[in-house]
């Protein structure tokens, strides 16, 4: 009889792309705060040697922030792409003479990066960044509100934990769904 083996990990096309792109990036040197000044002169003068060294310094850190964004409709490769786009941007406008390190300016257009697209391609139909915050605020709500009283709040509840109208709570709720399938169970409502 045949024995079949088991393994912990199936292994995709996907997967085994990211794996080879962590272990090539896990290679690459990080850069001192002096070199990072050098090239920030270099990238403004546009030296794209320079700006390819910057964000390949830099690529691991990408890695770090989009894996908190895991689980949100994007796969973890498409997160790093994003975040890869936020950093060369970053790289881009980065001001060595402001006295921070470039890190530090970068992280927040790596996660403005990963944030829109998720906005843009997680959900069936887009929606407008300021709605998608809206939502999340009434997630966060719910989420402390259950967490504290270990019962699910009144839409009045939330409304007046947020200052809003519980209408507006309730169709926030309501849309807030990213979809549904055809095979899920319907409600016996």
């Known amino acids: 009889m045949r024995q079949l083996k088991i393994t912990n990990k199936i292994t995709s096309r996907e997967s085994v792309a990211l794996d080879k792109y962590l272990n090539d990036i896990s290679k690459i040197d990080l850069l001192a705060p002096e070199e990072e000044a050098g090239l920030a002169r270099r990238i403004r003068e ?3 040697e320079a700006l390819e060294i910057m964000t390949k310094a830099n690529l691991r850190f990408v890695v770090s922030v989009a894996k908190q964004y895991q689980n ?3 796969s973890l490769s498409d997160l790093i792409n994003e975040g890869n786009v936020g950093l060369m941007k970053a790289a881009k406008r980065f001001d060595e003479t402001k006295g921070f ?6 992280v927040w257009w790596i996660r403005q990066s990963i944030l829109s697209a998720i906005v843009e391609y997680s959900r069936m139909v887009r929606l407008p960044l300021s709605k998608v915050g809206a939502y ?3 997630n966060e709500a719910f989420t402390s509100f259950v967490q504290e009283f ?3 709040p009144t ?3 939330l409304a ?3 200052d809003i109208a519980p209408k507006e709570v309730a169709n926030m ?5 990213k979809h549904l399938s055809m095979d899920a169970p319907m409600s016996s409502e």
């Open 155 to 157: 839409h009045e509840e």
């Open 136 to 138: 999340n605020k009434v």
């Open 173 to 177: 709720l309501r849309g807030g769904n």
């Open 150 to 152: 270990e019962r699910e």
């Open 101 to 106: 390190k470039f890190i530090s300016y970068a």
């Open 160 to 162: 007046e934990l947020l």
């Open 72 to 74: 949100q409709g994007l």
């Open 46 to 48: 546009g030296d794209e």
